[in-house]
Nanobody, 126 residues
């Protein structure tokens, strides 16, 4: 298990910002393409942002494009998701995961392992 640990969630008002972080002590994150997913109760987990293994390519769901930015700090073994101009519909539990190519997935990536951390809750109020 990779034991990914997400942090940085919280409660903010619409238009606010948060930066989520993800790390693990078990492996080097830059050995993988990486992604951020989110899930609300009663719905499937959805992938919203991905970073290629090289770090040169980023991918975003239409719902977050232009507002969220995925990045990685290899020296710190950290993955980030900068979330700006948050909307109430961004309220969800957020997870990070290593990902692989998946032609059936909307953005072409899906989680490599069924191994999820605790997640970090983001709540956006109007």
């Amino acid at each position: 298990q990779m034991q990914l640990m997400e942090s940085g969630g919280g409660s903010v008002q619409e238009g606010g910002s948060l930066r989520l972080s993800c790390t693990t002590s078990r492996t080097q994150l830059d050995d993988f393409a990486l992604g951020w997913f989110r899930q609300v109760p009663g719905k499937e987990r959805e992938g919203i942002s991905f970073l290629s293994r090289s770090g040169r390519n980023t991918y975003y769901a239409d719902s977050v494009k232009g507002r969220f930015t995925i990045s990685r700090d290899s020296a710190k073994n950290m993955l980030y998701l900068q979330m700006d101009n948050l909307k109430t519909e961004d309220t969800a539990m957020y997870y990070c995961a290593p990902v692989g190519s998946d032609p059936n997935a909307e953005l072409g990536f899906s989680a490599l392992f069924n191994d999820w951390g605790q997640g970090t809750q983001v709540t956006v109020s109007s």
